[in-house]
Structures are given as structure tokens and as C-alpha cells.
């Protein structure tokens, strides 16, 4: 079993996850339920399951939860387009925590490959 603490890519995307709650909380009050909620959900989320993939007994299954997880950064960084899009964040921070994203992304697709060969 693994300790996901120690992995590069969910300290990451824990940073990202930290971040993204105290850029949200400038949103305005009527999308608390709306993109905020959402946006927070898709962040957590990727965090939660490279833990939860770290408990799983199988490689493949591991995979699994990481798969989960790019799914759910592909989402987020529609957020933060729509964010930009809707006034909520300026470009420069939209354009820095889409290029956040994206190397959480990568970072989950190498880890994939080399758990894949490593079978």
C-alpha cells in the first residue's frame, strides 16, 4: 500500500486544491452552490482519488482511481475557462491554475504508463 502523501503529484494537487478554495471565496455569494461548489468537488476530487487508488490492492486498480482523477482535472480546467469567461478571475490566474492543471494531468498520465509497464 502506498502513502499518497508522498507522491509529487498529490501534493500538487493538494497545493492546487488549497489555492482554489481561497480564489473561490472571492466568487460571488449566489454561485456558493453553483460554480464554486462545483469547482471545489472537481479539485477535491482529484486529490481524494489518487488516495483512494493508493489503498487499492491491484496496479490496475490504482490506475483506475488516477484515471478518475484526470477526469475530474479536465473538468476543473473548464472551470476556470468559465470562471475567466463569467468575470470571476482575471486571465493571468485563469491561464496559471489551467497550466496547474494540466501538469497534474500529465504528471497522473506518466504515473499511469509507468504503473501499466511495471505489470
Known amino acids: 500500500m ?3 502523501k508522498s507522491l509529487a503529484v498529490w501534493e500538487k494537487a493538494h497545493q492546487l486544491t488549497c489555492e482554489l478554495y481561497s480564489l473561490t471565496k472571492l466568487f460571488p455569494k449566489e454561485e456558493l452552490y453553483g ?4 469547482m471545489r468537488r472537481a479539485c477535491v476530487s482529484i486529490t481524494a482519488n489518487i488516495a483512494e487508488g ?3 490492492r491491484t496496479e490496475a486498480e490504482f ?3 488516477l484515471q478518475i482523477s484526470i477526469g475530474s482535472a479536465s473538468e476543473l480546467e473548464y472551470y476556470f475557462i468559465l470562471a475567466k469567461d463569467l468575470k470571476y478571475i482575471d486571465s493571468v490566474i485563469s491561464v ?3 497550466q ?3 501538469e497534474i494531468k500529465r ?3 506518466g ?3 509507468r504503473l501499466k509497464a511495471d505489470r
Open 100 to 102: 496547474k492543471t494540466q
Open 63 to 65: 490506475a483506475r482511481y
Open 54 to 56: 493508493c489503498g487499492k
Open 111 to 113: 504515473f499511469i504508463k
Open 107 to 109: 504528471m497522473l498520465t
Open 2 to 4: 502506498r502513502d499518497f
Open 35 to 38: 460554480l464554486t461548489s462545483q
Open 96 to 98: 496559471q491554475c489551467e
